[in-house]
């Protein structure tokens, strides 16, 4: 059998609970969760396609690739189902691939996610959107440029989930945030609203809350993975 195309690391016996994480990052983000979780669950925290050691390949640079390549993953690994946890644009490729695979997830953890670009508060996005042009002005003549506008790009124009179709995704989801974080209130709202089996929890802290404030997140994970009720 070929090696699997992702690059991960595993830890851990149980239920597997797969590890997104955000864009230009790799599985390393998840270094305070790994411990904690593999406790209970085995643990892979994965790099996606171009982030980290996972190699970039020829297929596109899209939210639906990097789901296609998560399921992929998945066969590779032989797991029929999961939990899945996906930070910031894991969390947009976790609710993508739950959305396109729903009988693959048992539990789904969104942290920080977006349903389109416009969810993330104007001066955080400005910045992205303006070097985003800047590093595309440079990207042929330059590969660290390409690359870079290839990863800013992501964050412009992606990702574009239909709010409607959250309505028919019954799976128990966790919509977890920070109290200062970049997502706005209010996209925020709408997603954990349109889940039928979604719960919203707030942590104190900005956007990274998993890395910043880890023992308040993993403890909210932890409990909602744990609830086997079916109506949560």
Known sequence: ?????LHFTKQGAGPPLLLLHGNGEDGSYFVHQMGAFSLHYTVY?????????????????????????????MDEEHLGR????????????????????????????????????????FWIQLPIVLGYWAASL???????????????????KEPHIDPQALKKLYIPTLVIVGTRDMIRD?????????????????????????????????EAVAAFLADTRSDI
């Open 1 to 5: 059998m070929s090696e699997p195309f």
């Open 45 to 73: 925290a994965i790099d996606t396609r171009g982030h980290g050691l996972s190699p970039r390949g020829d297929a596109p640079f899209t939210m639906a690739q990097f789901a296609q390549d998560l399921l992929d993953f």
């Open 82 to 121: 999961a939990n899945i946890l996906g930070f910031s644009d894991g969390a947009n490729i976790a609710l993508t691939f739950a959305l396109a695979h729903r009988n693959r997830v048992d539990r789904l953890i969104l942290n920080g996610g977006n349903l389109f670009p416009s969810g993330v508060k």
């Open 138 to 156: 440079f990207a042929k003549a330059s590969p660290k440029a390409r690359q870079h506008a290839e990863i800013l790009g992501l964050m412009v």
């Open 186 to 218: 209010s996209h925020t709202l709408q997603i954990a609203g349109s889940l039928p089996l979604g719960r919203l929890e707030i942590i104190v802290g900005d956007h990274f809350i998993a890395a910043k404030n880890p023992d308040a997140f993993n």
